[in-house]
């Protein structure tokens, strides 16, 4: 029994508190995330010696029912999500600042402390020792991140809004609530269990397959095709929240919990027996290469990013389900890999915007030349989310092409393989345009912004070392494995 656990989740909640306190005292309220962000980090990653040696964390506040009590439990997935979460926000809340400050934003003490309530969520369902626990925080994600997509308050910001919490909201209240209820009738328990909650309920084959897609389709956080289109919809919020959205908390949230159904609630052997991983795998397949398509389309570098993020978010599902440990190692890995230099990408894309007003590739002719920081760094992050060594990328898409190979599965090395070329043919562009392409009007006055761009080099330099010194993460994915 540990306090550890709570106390990461209540850091960020003080924080968020104490941005709303600070409002009028404007250098004070700003001090708040990054400094919070260290604590948390802090208190995170001070929890690993004993899960790297096998050992857990756990916290039971309250029982529900019985059977189900709001509680925390940490173990080496959780960390995973928690650890890259935390560490990426101490460069998002100072990434963050320089990008509402350069631009004047609004509301920028409601934004600051939402920001802080999403990692507060994200740690809280990291650390959940149930699913009743980890959808509780699921929902305070998607509630809380809602603000944050409707920021700029104009006709496309309700629009992209509205989608995000129609389809984040609908998905959860109906199918989500459908398997829960299944889970909990059919077991007596919501607790993740080793091996699979579900494994010996001895229940009929329609009735947990059916069970299980409420729960795959139900955390539409995951972007599974179809189950997508909110998340190119939500490009309409700022660029930090974009990044919020696509690297540190909203999606990671939603493949860390279809990971937790496949481990921990169903379990492999169990999915295996009724072929499910099989169907999941072709379903995460088609979504890896249908959104690369899509975001070979797309002039908006933003919504380029997004569709790109829901081919990623993918890779790390079909690690989970081709039950090869190699490949599951890759896809738990992936979930920082992919973190860590989509972030890049994204902070990059602000910095082009803070610095040009430009949002579109056709118009970044030449920017790499007034930009060289920027679009240095965005090709650091291209080259990993390509799969190109030493990238942190690169490591998870090795895992997950050895992991094919040892399932037998050669389907998924040629999907991996594919997807590889589609990354380079939608991300290369980019630099290339904006190194060598033809200079457009108007960048005279375009310029480094250090508040900007000095977080997203660091992210960059830290892909690198990731894809060099792999160690802590993949013994942490190992650790789940076994």
């Given amino acids: 029994m540990s306090i550890r656990p709570l106390l990461a989740v209540a850091v960020a909640g003080l924080a968020a508190a104490l941005v709303l306190i600070l409002h009028d005292r404007k250098p004070l309220r700003d001090l708040v995330s990054p400094v919070a962000a260290v604590v948390m980090f802090v208190l995170v990653v001070s929890m690993a010696p004993r899960v790297l040696a096998g050992g857990s964390y756990g916290l039971v506040l309250f029982e529900i029912l019985p059977g189900v009590d709001f509680a925390f439990r940490v173990d080496a997935l959780g960390l995973v999500f928690a650890t890259i979460s935390s ?21 920028q003490t409601r934004f ?48 992209g809004s509205r989608k995000y919490l129609v389809y984040l909201m609908g998905a959860s209240k109906s199918v989500l609530l459908a398997a829960i209820a299944l889970t909990y009738h059919l077991a007596g328990s ?53 990044a919020l959205l696509h690297a540190v908390a909203v999606v990671k949230m939603g493949v860390f919990c ?4 496949v481990f921990h609630v169903f379990g492999t052997e169990l999915m295996d027996g009724l072929g499910l991983a099989l169907v999941t795998a072709y379903l995460a397949s088609f979504t890896i290469l249908m959104a690369s398509v899509y975001a070979l389309t797309r002039d908006d570098l933003k919504a380029r990013l997004a569709y790109s993020t829901v081919s ?40 082009i915007f803070c610095a040009s ?26 080259l990993s989310m390509i799969g190109v060594p030493p990238a942190s990328g690169f490591v ?51 310029r480094e912004i250090p508040m900007v761009t000095i977080p997203l080099v660091v992210t960059a330099v830290l892909s690198l070392l990731m894809g060099i010194f792999p160690g802590y993460f993949i013994a942490l994915a190992e650790g789940v494995v076994r």
Wanted: with cysteine.
């Fill in 87 to 107: 560490g990426l926000w101490i460069v998002a809340s100072v990434y963050s600042l320089g990008y509402m400050r350069s631009l004047n934003e609004h509301a």
């Fill in 112 to 159: 600051f402390a939402c920001f802080a309530t999403s990692l507060a969520a994200a740690a809280g369902g990291a650390f959940a020792a149930n699913i009743f626990t980890l959808v509780i925080f699921y929902e305070v994600l998607s509630l809380v991140t809602y603000p944050l997509v409707y920021h700029h308050e104009d006709d496309e910001a309700w629009d």
């Fill in 312 to 351: 990623q978010l993918s890779y790390i599902v079909l690690g989970a389900v081709l039950f090869s440990p190699v490949a599951m190692v890759g896809g738990i890995y992936h979930i920082a890999a992919h973190a860590i230099s989509k972030i890049t990408l994204f902070f990059c894309a602000g910095s």
């Fill in 190 to 242: 919501l607790d993740f269990v080793p091996g699979g909650l579900l494994a010996e309920v001895g229940a009929s084959s329609l009735v947990l397959t059916v069970v299980y897609f409420c729960y795959l389709f139900g955390f539409a956080k995951a972007a599974l095709m179809p189950l997508h289109a909110w998340l190119p919809a939500a490009m309409v919020a700022p660029t930090p929240v974009s």
């Fill in 258 to 261: 279809v990971l937790r159904v």
């Fill in 357 to 382: 007003g430009k949002r579109k590739i056709s118009e970044m002719g030449g920017i790499g030349r007034r930009l060289p920081w920027t679009m240095g760094a965005f090709f650091i992050g291209s």
């Fill in 396 to 446: 998870s898409k090795w895992y997950l092409a050895l992991g094919s190979v040892e399932a037998e599965q050669f389907a998924f090395l040629v999907v991996l393989l594919v997807s590889s070329v589609l990354n380079a043919a939608y991300f290369l562009p980019v630099s290339y345009v904006a190194f060598f392409g033809e200079p457009n009007e108007g960048q005279g006055g375009v």
